[in-house]
């Protein structure tokens, strides 16, 4: 199954071909500033599953930590994929840049200990301080 999406402008659009990896809510303060949102949902896809389409040159990249790299459409601001590491094999899809359903449901909410004072966490999903196997 191949599922699309792309940035608010159009300009950068991509394609996903591929078993998908596992999606979470996270509640941390940098995920709460990037999207200007509660959380962000963040689908895991395999870098051999991801293909851009069109508009790679658009993504302007922000390094928000040592070890972490977000990257956005310089144009409108969406934000696209984020890497945690440069080795690692798979990028953070900004899950409301899809549009189309990739039949993965986020399972968690990580970094709870930092979400939003306004916001209420509602489902039954489980929650983690930080993340799963942390010390709690
Ligand atoms: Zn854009
Ligand atoms: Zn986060």
Redesign the pocket.
Known sequence: MTIRG???????RYEIDGPLGTSVYCHCSMCRKFHGSAFRARLSVPKTSFKFLK?EE?LTKYRSSADTVKSF??????AMVNQWDPEAESWGLAMGSLDDDPGVRPSMHIFVGSKALWHDITDELPKYKTFPGADE
């Open positions: 792309g940035c608010l402008c159009g300009g950068i508009g658009l459409c310089k144009v409108c601001g969406s």
